[in-house]
Every structure is written in structure tokens, then in C-alpha cells.
């Protein structure tokens, strides 16, 4: 029989000729089919070497027990469903020699939760808000050999992220939220609604996010979409858009203590700084999202079109006879003044007409 060393990833076998208890010899491509006189079977047992791995055969070349390890899985998770409302779905690709999975799920408080026996290359699990480091663990029922995934991190957010405000420019919606959350955590966010963390490239751009905090009281920094993680000193969009724009503060970026590698916007003056990725602990963080922006301004029924049936629905607001969304409010608000009201539907009939 054989058996295997991972740490110096080598096959071995019982060494025939000494009656040491556990002595052993390795195995080398050399050691090509070479009977070693077991007889429990009346048949020789053969150890064969074929395309890289060893096998255990009979004496006719019959394969036994695989002496190999399953192929290593790439677990991924599926982005749209990181909300504690949804299912979570995981999918991963077939392995060769996996007979099973088992998915090894621990969350930031260090709580762990595990779950085994999984034949399908998917698995779908309802998690609490919070950050999670995921691996997926395939195993040959066989040999009891088993292969772990690289580990995944994502974060699950709460059901539902209500903006302080939203303001639409510049073919955008940008987003305004004051939870506290990492730089991580608030891309993932931003990232599972269809968009990412502003990145601010020009100075009418600076000006629309900074009438955009005006909006919020309490919250001091939000986090935007800028860091220089791969390269100290050297800051890039995640969108991979130029930074040929910037607004840093007085003496910033400074990497404080050299852990500062994430950029985020003052409420008060707008202006720029550099910081850790902390937030959970932190209740004066925030952040904002920008999403593309697919409807016209003013279409507040969402069809597609600007007519008549918006202008009727911001009518409908107005007297508290209509509910509208934060996307609708953005859209309804028309003639940009920051508020919803009868102007505003007066504005989308003179467009309609003109």
C-alpha cells in the first residue's frame, strides 16, 4: 500500500525488505510496476505509475484505490445575492477524483459553520449581515485524500440600504449612505447594486458630490472608490478611469503609520484623505455609491418614456397620494432644485411638448 506526504508532495510505500514496523521507501517514476510479493489474494499486488499519479493494481492491471489527491476547486460566489434577504449561491467546477464537497464558511466574529457531503458544484445557504471568508474542500471517499480552494472573502449586506440622498448627473446616480462599513464592505455593496464606489474624475463631478453631502448631518468621511493598494503612492480609480483629477487635503495622502491605502471625501469642505480599512467601529463613516444612470430624467413611472403618466405621478406625490422610490425621487425631482413638487411637473410637460 501507499501513502502520501503533502508537505513534500512524494508517494510511499512499505519497504520489503525489512520487518521494521512503518518503514518505508519512497516511490520514484523508476519504480515502474515492481511487485513487492503481496500475497493476501493469491495475486501479486502492483504499485503502477500512469500520467503522474500512482495507482494500486492487481496483478492483471485492474486500478484499485487511487493514491492521488482530487483536483483543487475554484469556489466563487455569486455577487447579486450578498443581501441577508437573498440565498447566497456558491458554485464551484468539478474536480477530478472528488467524490464530495464541504464548504467551511467563518464570519469576522469568528463564528464558523460548515457543511459536508455537497455532490453538486453549487450550494445555496441564507447569511446574516457581515464579512465572510469561505474555502470549499473536495474530498476522494476512497483514499480519504482531500484538496482545499484558495479562500474567498465577500460581505453580505443588511436587506436593504436606504440612501440619505441621491442626486442624478452626469449619466449617474450617485448614492449617499451613512452605514458604517469598510472600504470592502461598502465596494461590495456598491458593486452588488449594479454600480461602485464613486470615482470622482473631474471638478464638476466634485461639485455634484459635494452638494450630494450637504444632504447628511452626522456622518464626517465617506469612502470613494480610489486607492493605491498595489502600489504605495501611486492612487487609481477601480474603475481603471485616469487620475488626472484630485482634491487631497492640506499634507494628503500621508500613509499613516503605512496602512493608509483608501480614499475617502470630508462631509464638510470635500476634500480628500487617505485612511485604513476600518468603518465597522467607526459610526462617523459612510459612503457613496454611483450607478449608471438608465432612465431619462423626469421618466418617474420607469417605462422608458417621458409623458404624460410622470408629470400625473409627481402630481400624485405632491398631494401624498403617490409613493416613490429613491431612484423615482431622483428621477421626479426635474428641474434640479433639490425638491419634488409641482414645478417639477410642470417642467416635464413643457419638455414633452417641446
Known amino acids: 500500500m501507499t501513502d502520501y506526504d503533502s508537505s513534500s508532495d512524494t508517494f510511499y510505500c512499505a519497504d520489503p525488505s525489512t520487518s521494521i514496523p512503518k518503514a518505508r521507501i519512497k516511490l520514484t517514476e523508476s519504480a515502474l510496476s515492481k511487485s513487492y510479493g503481496h500475497n493476501t489474494t493469491n495475486q501479486d499486488t502492483l504499485i503502477n505509475y500512469f500520467q503522474k499519479y500512482w495507482y494500486i493494481t492487481n496483478q492483471s492491471g485492474g486500478l484499485e484505490t487511487p493514491s492521488s489527491p482530487p483536483g483543487k476547486p475554484i469556489l466563487s460566489v455569486d455577487s447579486s445575492t450578498l443581501f441577508s434577504n437573498c440565498t447566497t449561491i456558491f458554485t464551484w467546477n468539478h474536480t477530478e477524483r472528488a467524490s464530495y464537497y464541504q464548504i467551511m464558511l467563518l464570519k469576522e466574529d ?45 460581505y453580505v449586506a443588511a436587506a436593504e440600504f436606504v440612501p440619505v440622498d441621491t442626486i442624478a448627473a452626469n449619466g449617474s446616480i450617485y448614492a449617499l449612505y451613512d452605514n458604517s462599513l469598510t472600504w470592502y464592505e461598502s465596494k461590495a455593496v456598491c458593486e452588488s447594486m449594479g454600480g461602485h464606489l464613486v470615482t470622482i474624475t473631474s471638478a464638476e463631478e466634485q461639485a455634484v458630490i459635494e452638494k450630494l453631502l450637504k444632504s447628511s448631518e452626522n456622518t464626517v468621511y465617506y469612502w470613494m472608490g480610489a486607492t493605491d493598494e498595489e502600489s504605495e503612492g501611486t492612487w487609481t480609480w477601480i474603475t481603471g478611469e485616469p487620475f488626472d483629477y484630485s482634491n487631497w487635503e492640506v499634507s494628503e495622502p500621508n500613509n499613516y503609520q503605512g496602512i493608509e491605502h483608501y480614499g475617502m471625501i470630508y462631509r464638510l469642505n470635500g476634500k480628500w484623505n487617505d485612511y485604513q480599512n476600518q468603518g465597522s467601529v467607526y459610526p462617523s463613516f459612510g459612503f457613496i455609491c454611483e450607478i449608471p444612470n438608465q432612465f431619462q430624467q423626469g421618466d418617474v413611472n420607469l417605462d422608458g418614456l417621458l409623458n404624460t403618466g410622470d408629470a400625473v405621478m409627481i402630481l400624485r406625490y405632491t398631494i401624498e397620494a403617490e409613493t416613490l422610490n429613491h431612484t423615482q425621487k431622483t428621477l421626479a425631482d426635474f428641474n434640479g432644485d433639490g425638491k419634488i413638487n409641482t414645478g417639477d411637473a410642470v417642467a416635464v410637460l413643457k419638455e414633452i411638448v417641446s
Do not use: C, H, K
Request: hydrophobic share 35%; charged share 10%; glycine share 8%.
Open 110 to 154: 469568528g463564528s464558523a459553520s460548515g457543511y459536508a457531503f455537497i455532490e453538486d458544484n453549487y450550494f445555496l445557504v441564507l447569511l446574516e449581515p457581515g464579512s465572510y471568508t469561505a474555502t470549499l474542500t473536495a474530498t476522494n471517499s476512497d483514499s480519504g485524500m482531500q484538496t482545499t480552494s484558495d479562500a474567498i472573502s465577500f
